[in-house]
């Protein structure tokens, strides 16, 4: 929204969603931004919502649909999923074939491949490994089956950037809480475990990039920079970041995770959360959307692991290479500017 509003390029641009902007924590400048677009509150899971949605004054139809609408959150029951992923997501774009959109785009996750060590590129093994991305694939098999839809699909691996909240600040927390505790910061597995990481800022370029040139209805296209970030990369940036050590707990204690994931989250969460608390009161942070809680799924050992090449082939380019010290330190100056964050912490 902010890089259309930003960068003049649309007449008219409308939100829908079931939260109201005033609880959406956005930062004064995406605040301002917002204040140019049209927003209508519903339920796009909903027929009556989503046509709400849709509806013009003037009757014609929306040139671009792009789907950023779903639940996000993990460690929810399928039901909850096949309601505000796939029904939402079958929804719209059902609203959108009747109403002629000119092209609907679907922002997906890269979670739905196998998650080996290979980068995955559009044609590679699909299994999901989350529930979530489960009722994503579900949701982009079933755009293929509706009438008159053009449709393209993005698998972004994991997002980080402004408004990163369950992207990489969940372990920017965590390592804050190491710093309070003053102890090495503990992960499960290597440093080899992939987390394949694409800026926000690039994410956007690119939905507004496919929008324009249109690709074939049906085309896959993945998301991904160029630095092949892995845990032990991300480790490398924290450490100077918040002044902690990492290490790695050993193939013993990973192999009794493996065999215990519900246990060892457990333990981990618990860990992390009563130091977060702690250090939110001291900061007089009564409320914040911040938590360094992890669900079992995203502990696993799965890597994240995406080929995002093939979208520069249509004349994208991606702008961040790379997760960088400085966008990490800019990201949690954002929060902590806005009494989200504790001050203190970074180095």
């Known amino acids: 929204m902010k890089f259309l509003v930003d960068q003049d390029l649309a007449s008219t641009i409308r939100v829908s969603d079931k939260l109201l902007p005033a609880m959406a924590y956005m930062s004064d400048e995406f605040t301002a931004a917002f204040a140019s677009v049209e927003f209508k509150q519903g339920n796009l899971a909903r027929e009556a919502g989503a046509a709400a949605a849709f509806s013009k004054d003037d009757g014609l139809p929306f040139d671009v649909v ?42 997906s996750t890269a979670q739905v491949y196998s998650g080996g060590k290979k980068a995955s590129n559009e044609e590679s093994k699909v299994k999901p490994w989350t529930l979530l991305a489960t009722k994503k694939l579900d949701a982009e098999r079933a755009l293929a089956g509706i009438a008159g839809l053009h449709y393209v699909v993005v698998r972004p691996a994991i ?20 710093a309070k505790i ?8 290597t440093g080899k475990l992939r987390l394949n990481t694409v800026h926000v800022e690039d994410v956007v370029a690119a939905l507004w990039h496919l929008a324009n040139t249109k690709p074939t209805s049906g085309t896959v296209f993945n998301l991904a920079d ?5 845990q032990g990369s991300l480790s490398e940036l924290l450490s100077p970041l918040f002044g902690i050590d990492s290490e790695y707990v050993g193939s013993v204690l990973s192999s009794f995770a493996k065999l215990n994931m519900t246990s060892v989250t457990d333990d981990v969460n618990e860990k ?6 702690a250090m939110c009161t001291e900061a ?6 911040l938590t360094p809680y992890l ?3 995203l502990l696993y050992n799965n890597d994240t692991s995406v080929d995002g090449n093939a979208i520069e082939a249509t004349g994208f380019a991606y702008k961040h290479p790379a997760v960088t010290e400085e966008s990490l330190r800019t990201l949690l100056q954002s929060y902590i500017d806005r009494k989200l964050f504790p001050a203190g912490f970074m180095k």
Not at 82 to 94: G, H, I, Y
Not at 226 to 230: E, V
Not at 272 to 277: L, R
Request: aromatic share 8%.
């Open 295 to 297: 669900d079992k799924e």
């Open 159 to 178: 997002v980080y950037g402004p408004g990163d909240k369950q992207g990489l600040v969940p372990r920017l927390v965590i390592a804050a809480v190491y």
């Open 284 to 289: 007089g942070i009564s409320n914040t959307p």
């Open 226 to 230: 160029k630095s092949d970030t892995t």
């Open 66 to 107: 792009i789907n950023c609408a779903a639940l996000t959150k993990y460690g929810q029951s399928e039901e909850v999923y096949e309601e505000n992923v796939k029904a939402l997501t079958v929804t719209c774009a059902n609203m959108a074939a009747t109403t002629k959109v000119g092209i609907f785009i679907e922002v």
């Open 272 to 277: 992390h959360m009563e130091p977060w608390a």
């Open 182 to 189: 003053k102890e090495p910061m503990k992960l499960l597995w």
